[in-house]
């Protein structure tokens, strides 16, 4: 099995900024694709930002030019730095990781039990 496990988050004032980072764990091959989506109170859950194995990042528009997000690959980990972070930013992100857990097997995405960002003064 594999784990996510997001911590940080919290309250943070608009126009600040926070992090959040995820490890992942368990048995696995690699993993494929890692990044942050988020679920905003009566919202669909949407794509913030998705890092290929190439590097390769996927950013939302709403995102763009404000949050970065970053991979490290030989501890299984991805981070999320938040800026110029506004009220519409509030949701609760979740860890993503596509995963090969063998050779044989198709890739499996794993989310995280996702961590609350609230942008208030």
């Known amino acids: 099995q594999v784990q996510l496990v997001e911590s940080g988050g919290g309250l943070v004032q608009p126009g600040g900024s926070l992090s959040v980072s995820c490890a992942a764990s368990?048995?696995?091959?690699?993993?494929?694709?890692m990044g942050w989506y988020r679920q905003a109170p009566g919202k669909q859950r949407e794509l913030v930002a998705v890092?290929?194995?190439?590097?390769?990042?996927n950013y939302a528009d709403s995102v763009k030019g404000r949050f970065t997000a970053s991979r490290d690959n030989a501890k299984n980990m991805v981070y999320l730095q938040m800026n110029s972070v506004k009220p519409d930013d509030t949701a609760v992100y979740y860890c993503?990781?596509?995963?090969?857990?063998?050779?044989?097997?198709?890739?499996?995405?794993?989310w995280g039990r996702g961590t609350q960002v609230t942008v208030s003064s």
């Open positions: 993503y990781a596509r995963v090969r857990v063998r050779a044989t097997t198709a890739r499996v995405d794993y």
């Open positions: 368990g048995s696995f091959l690699s993993i494929a694709a």
């Open positions: 890092i290929s194995s190439g590097g390769d990042t």
